[in-house]
């Protein structure tokens, strides 16, 4: 044809533009009309429109309003959590398969309506896929069905609040509501703003698919505040959280002396390692770089590093796909300062900067950026900003990659490129993250769970192992309900101790004077100061060390140390340390009893027993080392997965009064059995017995500085253990100001809390509840001591 001229498929290609969308959104615009454009609350199975509410709007990429949210009041809040308590009794006596159904109904009306839960995903600006949640519901419902054939002896919280900030994934946030539902709790939803009109038609759903009014609640408000009050409910048992870490640690201190539990998930603000090993096919880990890190929507943020040997075989092929790329659109003007100061601080730092093109001179939109060359310290890898920035740095051998790879202070997942097998599963075992990735990237499915470790959360999500946060032992106490007390928290725990004052002399009754251990061996008090150990009528027994700040530190550094060995060791070799102690504390069973009766003052017969049951506890943990559940999930797709229990760390203890030797025991038999190393501060009122033990400790095999057993003020000790950042859990049995203390102080840096409340009228029961030989309580116990991690194996 004259005039005409002669194009490549590549030319035409590159000269492309974005057509217009093939969704007319019509479907989720017929549904938001029918609510009139103004989304109520849903409570009691039906939509709510309470008056004299403020309102929020949700917006879709273009700003244009797409529907109004009502923002929830006190009155709200309690006649929700009202109503999923007295639906609570009614949902969780149903048998298996009645809870089931319900869910199998949701996964189909999930299927007949996919068009409209597609459009009001992408409008709300939270996209989701309906088959994901199909899949989520068709997981959970089985799970509902074999709850009590598979998970015996463990029975649900009550009423859970599951809370989401505003940047949170819809997937995200039904992956904690529909296992909670299945094992019989009743739910109260605080969605993000985003997620909110998807969530409520869910919810919508699931009632036209058999869910008894009241089991499932939604309530909307203007920021995670919301979350709080909801919390702070006494009808409420258990919050969950997935987000953002500012959010998260606003919740849990907002609700840190309530008497109610708090996990958190904090996905969003992770940082991921991006693995690329020489052994790597290049050219599909450039691929997979390229869809998990330069797209508009991600959920966590991506650090690249490349084995010195193929750097520049893969900076050729970034630059090459690069080249061409259009700006990426981000979430608001906001963002884009951010990446701005990321990006002109790492050049400023000497990194190199690779762009398809120049950043607009404003507006929400950022080119694909690659930075070479940045430090491990430069503030765009510690702490990226939220955009399609990718910082690459690079490692010369295996186990370097692996510390730069751990070098983050977040543990959500990674994703490793190897095709040497051998190389893959050692990365995988020395990475501390929750999932691995091996030649992929961003694969998700509920029968994977994930653990979040170090700041990336404190809670399992997903597999059989996440539906246990939904669940308690049958015979154990929640915490109770109470109001926040006035408690400084800078002051506490910080007052000097009383000096004692000598009162005469006795020389035929000198007391003995105690070591505590730490770094494997006994030792004074850092600070050179004792405290008198007192018998049941008040008579000087012992003296002991006032541990300290000082002294928590040393046993933390010492457990580093220690424990990097003992958890690659053996699960037999483990297992022949234990019963190596198990058998001296036999051996040194009459002393033992003798420091129980003397400092207890109850019966010679009780305090053998008290000896003989802490000898039977350390022989179950030992033979519990090599028993170890890890399983194979089977996957709708292909490829293979692992489910491996890791070693949580560094755990500190806060003992009880009730029973001076046998929780000691049973906490550090379970802790050091998993792989863990522990800081244990025994009871402040019956310290003899853990000083007697500290010998056994000494003679035993057990690693030097693996066990630390400081005495002193249980406060001033559980001040020290919370503010150290190394360890990672901490196990609390005392007051309910320490619980609040713990709540308020462990979000940041975030830990593991297994807390209990020992009040004066509680310790006879608790002393009861160690001597109980209940499985669920064991298994309880051993589950405290481990994360999950998840490993994803695609295969052809």
Not at 66 to 84: H, K, P, R, T, W
Not at 341 to 357: D, K, L, S, Y
Not at 361 to 368: E, I, N, Q, R, V
Not at 498 to 526: L, T, W
């Amino acid at each position: 044809m004259a005039g005409s001229t002669t194009k490549t498929v590549f030319e035409i290609f590159q000269t492309m533009d974005y057509g217009p969308s093939s969704s007319s959104f019509s479907t989720a615009q017929s549904w938001l009309e029918q609510q009139g454009g103004s989304l109520g609350l849903f409570l009691e199975g039906k939509f709510s429109r309470p008056a004299d509410r403020q309102t929020r709007s949700v917006t879709d990429s273009t700003g244009r309003v797409v529907c109004s949210l009502i923002c929830a009041v006190e009155e709200d809040v309690s006649g929700c959590a009202s109503s999923a308590a007295k639906s609570f009794k009614g949902w969780s006596e149903l048998s298996c398969h009645q809870r089931a159904q319900p869910l199998l109904r949701l996964a189909n009306a999930l299927q007949r309506h996919s068009q409209c839960v597609t459009e009001l995903c992408e409008l709300s600006q939270s996209p989701c896929s309906p088959a994901s949640l199909v899949r989520l519901a068709q997981f959970y419902a089985s799970w509902a069905q074999l709850r009590d054939t598979l998970i015996q002896d463990w029975v649900p919280r009550g009423v859970v609040a599951v809370v989401a900030s505003d940047d949170c994934s819809l997937y995200s946030l039904w992956l904690k509501v529909l296992p909670a539902l299945a094992l019989g709790n009743t739910v109260v939803v605080v969605p993000g703003m985003p997620t909110a009109p998807s969530s409520l038609l869910l919810a919508q759903l699931f009632g036209e698919a058999g869910l008894p009014a009241g089991v499932l609640n939604v309530i909307t408000g203007s920021d995670v505040s919301l979350g709080a009050k909801v919390a702070q409910n006494s009808n409420t048992a258990y919050v969950t959280f997935t987000g953002t870490r500012q959010d998260g640690e606003a919740l849990c201190r907002q609700t840190a002396g309530w008497g109610v539990p708090v996990s958190v998930s904090l996905p969003l603000d992770s940082v991921c390692p991006y693995i690329i090993f020489e052994s790597a096919d290049i050219d599909s880990a450039v691929d997979g770089v390229m869809e998990a890190v330069f797209k508009k929507r991600k959920e966590c943020q991506w650090v690249l590093y490349v084995q010195e040997s193929v750097l520049e075989s893969v900076v050729a092929r970034l630059r090459l796909r690069l080249a061409g790329m259009k700006n990426i659109a981000l979430q608001s003007e906001a963002h884009r300062a951010l990446v701005d100061t990321a990006v002109q601080e790492a050049a400023g730092q000497g990194a190199t900067i690779i762009q398809p093109c120049s950043p607009p001179p404003s507006g929400a939109l950022y080119p694909p950026t690659l930075l070479c060359g940045v430090a491990p310290a430069c503030p765009a890898v510690v702490c990226p900003a939220p955009g399609p920035v990718l910082p690459l740095l690079t490692f010369r051998g295996p186990g370097e990659g692996v510390t730069l790879g751990n070098h983050s202070p977040h543990g959500q997942a990674a994703s490793i490129w190897t095709e040497d097998l051998t190389l893959a599963l050692e990365t995988m075992k020395s990475l501390c993250v929750g999932c691995v990735w091996v030649n992929s990237h961003s694969v998700s499915d509920p029968s994977l769970s994930i653990s979040g470790r170090k700041s990336s959360g404190n809670c399992t999500d997903g597999g059989r192992e996440g539906l246990y946060q939904f669940l308690r032992p049958s015979d154990s106490s929640p915490l109770p309900r109470s109001s926040p007390t006035t408690l400084d928290y800078a002051g506490f725990g910080v007052a000097a101790a009383k000096a004692s004052v000598p009162e005469g002399f006795d020389p035929s009754s000198i007391p003995r004077s105690y070591s505590h251990f730490v770094a494997g061996r006994g030792c004074k008090a850092d600070s050179g100061c004792s405290r008198a150990v007192l018998s049941p009528e008040g008579a000087v027994l012992a003296h002991c060390p006032d541990g300290g700040r000082k002294d928590v530190r040393n046993a933390v550094e010492a457990a580093i140390k220690a424990q990097a060995g003992w958890m690659k060791k053996s699960p037999s070799a483990r297992a022949q340390s234990l019963y190596s102690l198990a058998g001296l504390v036999a051996q040194k069973k009459q002393p033992l009893a003798a420091s129980i009766q003397t400092q207890t003052g109850v019966s010679l017969e009780q305090a053998n027993q008290e000896v003989e049951l802490s000898v039977s506890k350390l022989y179950e943990w030992a033979a519990r080392c090599d028993k170890d559940v890890c399983g194979v999930p089977l996957l709708p797709q292909s490829g293979s997965a692992l489910s491996i229990s890791d070693p949580v760390g560094v755990i500190g203890v806060v003992l009880p009064d009730s029973k001076p030797l046998l929780p000691l025991i049973s906490l550090l038999g379970a802790a050091v059995a998993m792989g863990n190393a522990v800081v244990m501060v025994p009871s402040e009122k019956y310290p003899l017995p853990a000083l007697e033990f500290i010998q056994t400790l000494q003679s035993s095999d057990i690693p030097g500085g693996l066990v630390s057993i400081i005495t002193g003020s249980r406060d001033q000790l559980t001040h020290a253990v919370a503010n150290h950042s190394v360890i990672q859990a901490v196990w609390y049995w005392g007051s309910m100001e320490g619980c609040q203390f713990l709540q308020h102080t462990c979000s940041s840096p975030l830990k593991r809390l297994w807390l209990h409340c020992e009040g004066e009228d509680e310790k006879a029961s608790e002393g009861k509840l160690w001597t109980l030989p209940h499985p669920s309580l064991m298994e309880d116990m051993w589950r405290q001591a481990v994360a999950w991690k998840s490993v994803w194996i695609p295969t052809a």
